[in-house]
């Protein structure tokens, strides 16, 4: 039998019964088919990042990859999107659910939640804005489950209440904690990423609070915590709290499975937390990654940088984000091209590569395991065998 199982109870996501675990939605192409539908096969939930998927498509990158042609690019990368759900699709074999995540800061979100219900995916995961038309933008595929992901009471508040009025509900809602995820996090700025009312427990009581003055305590919206996980222990005490799932995204990230470079797992591997860093993105949200030679270079000279930004044409030939600190010379954001950066780490440039990790320490160390070995540990307490040295 290949799916696992375990003693929590199952999440219930629209007709399936599924292990309670999340693989987060990681780009540029961290977690493309490879690693979404090893998970999914397993019975979990495995995501696909929607974001510049052409990358792991040869083809597609040498029609592409000089060009400034920005609908060429587009069209470039709905292919690969199209393409990479049909594959882990194929991996799941019927099992679990296959997600795309589609950042809400991104200038194609609308293209990308469309190609997705188009190319059969189970699930839509929207973060890093409020996706208050993901309703709409879905209404032809009601069997697709939307899964917003927020940080607070306030922002699944905003949600609920707007999607109620479109008579729509979140089939499952993420709950991100700032101060442990990876990547852009759910904050309005660095002083407050490590704000205490982002606590899984206050957000967590606040929102089934919510749920009651809104007459939802019956409806049985999923709430998966994620952001830091990385024991049983954990996963106990947030189901105990008023969890339905966790959601992981470094630990997979670094898994056998995991559609990066080896050398883009072992600089996440091996990080100390001396070494991870909290900084402004070019999209405007602050973010979290390993303090590698670029991101070392850059942050010592990011004053200087902000000072005297201004608009300038986008160097890649796309607008990949909405608002992009370094092509709208917005002061506050980060200073440089995140889809360059994130394309030289998926390849195992550590020298230029932004490596984005959580700031906790692995459920393996500097170990890289299969995902089967990461979820039966989590939900089972089970550690595998020590590695043998060849």
């Given amino acids: ?55 792991h498509h040869p083809d597609l990158m ?49 293209a990308y939640v469309r190609q997705s219900c188009e190319s059969g995916a189970d699930a839509i995961v929207v973060g890093a804005g409020l996706p208050m038309d ?8 009601p069997d697709v489950a939307l899964i917003p992901i927020l940080s607070d009471a306030r922002g699944i508040s905003l949600i609920l209440k707007k999607w109620m009025r479109r008579k729509r509900l979140p089939d499952a809602i ?20 490590n704000d205490p009312h982002f606590a899984f427990s206050v957000v967590l009581e606040e929102t089934l609070q919510l749920f009651k003055q809104l007459g939802l305590e019956n409806e049985n919206i999923p709430l998966i915590t994620a952001g830091g996980i990385h024991s049983p222990e954990q996963v106990r005490e947030l189901f105990a709290l008023g969890a339905s799932a966790v959601q992981l995204g470094t630990p997979f990230a670094v898994s056998t499975e995991g559609d990066a470079h080896i050398n ?50 986008c160097t890649v030939g796309f607008d990949c984000l909405h608002q992009c600190g370094l092509r709208d010379g917005i002061a506050k954001a980060g200073q440089f091209c995140i889809d360059t950066q994130l394309g030289f780490a998926l390849k195992g440039d550590v020298k230029r590569g932004l490596f984005f990790r959580g700031s906790e320490r692995l459920p393996f160390g500097n170990e890289i395991r299969p995902v089967r070995e990461l979820i039966d540990y989590l939900l089972n307490g089970i550690l595998p065998a020590p590695l043998v040295s060849v």
């Fill in 264 to 313: 883009f797992k072992k600089v996440l591997t091996q990080a100390q937390p001396e070494d991870i860093v909290t900084f402004m993105s070019c999209a405007g949200l602050p973010a979290r990654a390993v303090k590698t030679q670029w991101l070392t270079n850059y942050l010592d000279k990011e004053a200087k940088l902000q000072g005297k930004a201004g608009p300038k044409e």
């Fill in 134 to 141: 993901l309703p709409e933008l879905t209404a032809e595929f």
């Fill in 174 to 193: 993420v709950i991100e904690n700032p101060q442990y995820a990876a990547g852009h996090l759910g904050a309005a700025g660095l002083d407050s990423v």
């Fill in 62 to 110: 040498a029609r592409t990859d000089k060009t400034r042609d920005k609908a060429l690019i587009n069209e470039a990368n709905l292919i690969a999107l199209d393409r990479e759900i049909r594959a882990a699709k194929d991996i799941a074999a019927g099992n679990g659910v296959i997600a795309v995540n589609v950042m809400r800061a991104v200038a194609e979100y609308a």
């Fill in 1 to 55: 039998m290949i799916v696992l199982d375990t003693d929590f109870p199952k999440l219930k996501l629209k007709n399936k019964l599924l292990l309670p675990v999340v693989q987060g939605g990681m780009g540029v192409g961290i977690s493309a088919n490879g690693l979404a539908g090893s998970v999914a096969r397993l019975g979990a939930i495995g995501t696909i990042s929607s974001v510049d998927l052409r990358r």
